[in-house]
Protein backbone atom coordinates (compact mmCIF):
# COMPACT_ATOMS: atom_id res chain seq x y z
CA UNK A 1 0.00 0.00 0.00
CA UNK A 2 1.62 3.39 -1.12
CA UNK A 3 1.48 6.18 1.05
CA UNK A 4 2.55 9.92 1.43
CA UNK A 5 2.46 11.73 4.79
CA UNK A 6 2.81 14.98 4.72
CA UNK A 7 4.00 17.00 8.16
CA UNK A 8 5.01 20.26 9.43
CA UNK A 9 2.58 22.54 8.34
CA UNK A 10 1.18 25.41 10.61
CA UNK A 11 0.68 29.07 11.52
CA UNK A 12 3.71 31.12 10.94
CA UNK A 13 3.97 35.74 10.80
CA UNK A 14 4.72 36.87 7.26
CA UNK A 15 8.74 36.57 6.80
CA UNK A 16 8.66 33.45 8.79
CA UNK A 17 10.28 29.88 7.87
CA UNK A 18 8.58 26.45 7.42
CA UNK A 19 9.68 23.18 6.57
CA UNK A 20 7.31 20.44 4.94
CA UNK A 21 8.32 17.03 4.87
CA UNK A 22 6.85 14.06 3.02
CA UNK A 23 7.67 10.30 3.99
CA UNK A 24 7.07 7.61 1.49
CA UNK A 25 6.03 4.11 2.00
CA UNK A 26 5.38 1.83 -0.47
CA UNK A 27 7.17 2.65 -3.03
CA UNK A 28 10.66 2.13 -4.66
CA UNK A 29 11.31 5.86 -3.46
CA UNK A 30 14.40 6.16 -6.63
CA UNK A 31 11.53 5.64 -9.40
CA UNK A 32 9.62 8.79 -8.45
CA UNK A 33 9.46 11.91 -8.77
CA UNK A 34 8.57 14.04 -6.19
CA UNK A 35 6.82 17.25 -6.23
CA UNK A 36 5.24 19.97 -3.59
CA UNK A 37 1.69 21.46 -5.08
CA UNK A 38 -0.42 23.87 -3.08
CA UNK A 39 -4.05 24.61 -3.28
CA UNK A 40 -5.48 27.79 -1.67
CA UNK A 41 -9.48 28.31 -1.66
CA UNK A 42 -10.95 28.86 -4.95
CA UNK A 43 -8.17 28.27 -6.89
CA UNK A 44 -6.74 25.69 -8.93
CA UNK A 45 -3.80 23.31 -7.69
CA UNK A 46 -0.53 24.69 -8.85
CA UNK A 47 2.88 22.95 -8.63
CA UNK A 48 5.17 24.76 -6.47
CA UNK A 49 8.58 22.71 -6.43
CA UNK A 50 9.74 19.48 -8.73
CA UNK A 51 12.77 17.01 -8.21
CA UNK A 52 13.91 14.61 -10.14
CA UNK A 53 14.15 10.95 -8.99
CA UNK A 54 18.00 11.36 -7.95
CA UNK A 55 17.81 14.65 -6.96
CA UNK A 56 20.29 16.51 -9.22
CA UNK A 57 17.28 18.23 -10.63
CA UNK A 58 15.00 20.50 -9.47
CA UNK A 59 12.44 23.44 -10.68
CA UNK A 60 10.26 26.04 -9.41
CA UNK A 61 7.69 28.33 -10.64
CA UNK A 62 8.83 32.35 -10.37
CA UNK A 63 6.02 32.96 -7.50
CA UNK A 64 8.78 30.72 -4.81
CA UNK A 65 12.39 30.84 -6.84
CA UNK A 66 14.82 31.83 -4.68
CA UNK A 67 12.14 30.85 -1.65
CA UNK A 68 11.18 27.24 -1.49
CA UNK A 69 14.01 24.62 -1.66
CA UNK A 70 12.72 21.12 -2.47
CA UNK A 71 15.22 18.19 -1.41
CA UNK A 72 15.01 14.69 -0.79
CA UNK A 73 16.71 11.76 1.30
CA UNK A 74 16.70 8.61 0.07
CA UNK A 75 17.99 7.21 3.14
CA UNK A 76 14.87 7.77 4.88
CA UNK A 77 12.44 7.92 1.65
CA UNK A 78 11.40 11.43 2.70
CA UNK A 79 10.73 14.86 0.76
CA UNK A 80 11.16 17.60 1.65
CA UNK A 81 10.32 21.74 1.03
CA UNK A 82 12.41 24.29 3.00
CA UNK A 83 9.60 27.80 2.43
CA UNK A 84 11.46 31.08 3.95
CA UNK A 85 10.36 34.56 3.53
CA UNK A 86 6.64 33.37 3.47
CA UNK A 87 3.96 35.75 2.76
CA UNK A 88 0.15 35.59 3.11
CA UNK A 89 -0.70 34.46 -0.43
CA UNK A 90 1.82 31.51 0.07
CA UNK A 91 -1.41 30.06 2.61
CA UNK A 92 -3.10 27.20 1.04
CA UNK A 93 -3.16 23.07 1.53
CA UNK A 94 0.06 21.88 0.38
CA UNK A 95 0.33 18.62 -1.24
CA UNK A 96 3.28 15.71 -2.03
CA UNK A 97 2.98 14.08 -4.82
CA UNK A 98 5.02 11.01 -6.56
CA UNK A 99 5.26 10.39 -10.25
CA UNK A 100 6.86 7.11 -11.56
CA UNK A 101 10.12 7.70 -13.95
CA UNK A 102 8.59 5.26 -16.21
CA UNK A 103 4.44 4.46 -16.22
CA UNK A 104 3.26 7.51 -15.03
CA UNK A 105 1.64 5.69 -11.76
CA UNK A 106 1.29 8.39 -9.18
CA UNK A 107 0.05 9.06 -5.70
CA UNK A 108 -0.42 11.96 -3.42
CA UNK A 109 -0.28 12.63 -0.10
CA UNK A 110 -3.67 13.60 2.16
CA UNK A 111 -1.92 17.38 2.35
CA UNK A 112 -0.77 19.69 5.23
CA UNK A 113 -2.33 22.87 6.13
CA UNK A 114 0.19 26.50 5.98
CA UNK A 115 -1.31 29.81 6.89
CA UNK A 116 0.59 32.99 6.31
CA UNK A 117 -0.69 35.67 8.86
CA UNK A 118 -0.17 37.86 11.46
Known amino acids: QVQLVESGGGLVQPGGSLRLSCAAS????????MRWYRQAPGKQRELVAH????????NYPDSVKGRFTISRDSAKNTVYLQMNSLKPEDTAIYYC???????????WGQGTQVTVSS
Open 97 to 107: NAIKIVGGDHY
Open 26 to 33: GIIFSMYF
Open 51 to 58: ISNGGVNT
